[in-house]
């Protein structure tokens, strides 16, 4: 079946530094979700980019579409112990299908 | 709270019992889902129901039965299982199959099969 990727699979930062996570698909996305689950928690829904090269911030929280909607990227600014968690993208190959969610990239923010 | 709730929150059975994890949504949506979730793996969705019918079932073995009421509420029946289907059972909700909505998680049960 149809795949979403996701790098890197860890990430270890200390805090303030910045972070960025990538999506990637070898078939265009109609369009991809971000998604959110805290240590011992469940996912909560971030953001959804729709269009091309679209780009929607959340305050730290920078969310970017590629322009060939095949790759999304998420870059948290000046990382805070609270963005602790894994981060998952969520993308749909075609209208009238499902979301198909990448492996995550989990986060750990060093204090 | 997401307006999904799901329990029991954990649930150790052996191999020849049976068992049954509840999820309720209170937040008037059409479609709801049943995901695994692993240590090693992504989120593997493994039934969905839209309108209380059953639209997907992802090569998901017979010893996981899903059972939908009505709209609100949505059932996994187990029996005989592994313990390989030790995992994160996450239900989700969302206004409407395919319309691209977001998901709602409830908070899950973890299963442990001894």
């Known amino acids: 079946g149809q795949q979403v990727m996701q790098i890197p699979q860890y990430q270890h930062v200390q805090e303030g530094e910045d972070f960025t996570t990538y999506c990637n698909s070898s078939?265009?996305?109609?369009?991809i979700q971000w998604y959110k689950q805290r240590p011992g928690g469940h996912p909560v829904f971030l953001i959804q980019?729709?269009?091309?090269?679209e780009v929607k911030k959340q305050k730290r929280l920078t969310f970017q579409f590629g322009e060939a909607k095949k790759n999304s990227s998420l870059h948290i600014t000046a990382t805070q112990t609270t963005d602790v968690g894994t981060y998952f993208c969520?993308?749909?190959?075609?209208?009238?299908?499902?979301?198909?969610f990448g492996p995550g990239t989990r986060l750990s923010v060093l204090p | 709270e997401t307006g999904v709730t799901q329990t029991p929150r954990h649930l150790v059975m052996g191999m020849t019992n049976k068992k049954s994890l509840k999820c309720e949504q209170h937040?008037?949506?059409?479609?709801m889902y049943w995901y695994k979730q692993s240590a090693k793996k992504p989120l593997e969705l493994m039934f969905v129901?839209?309108?209380?019918?059953?639209?997907e079932n992802n090569s998901v073995p017979s010893r996981f039965s899903p059972e939908c009421p009505n709209s609100s509420h949505l059932f996994l029946h187990l029996h005989t299982l592994q313990p390989e289907d030790s995992a994160l059972y996450l239900c989700?909700?969302?206004?409407?199959?395919?319309?691209?909505?977001?998901?709602?998680f409830g908070p899950g049960t973890r299963l442990t099969v001894l």
């Open positions: 989700a909700s969302s206004q409407e199959f395919l319309a691209g909505d977001e998901q709602f």
């Open positions: 078939t265009t996305l109609s369009n």
């Open positions: 980019l729709v269009k091309s090269g």
């Open positions: 969520a993308g749909r190959h075609n209208y009238g299908q499902n979301f198909v």
């Open positions: 937040l008037g949506h059409n479609a």
């Open positions: 129901y839209n309108f209380k019918e059953q639209t």
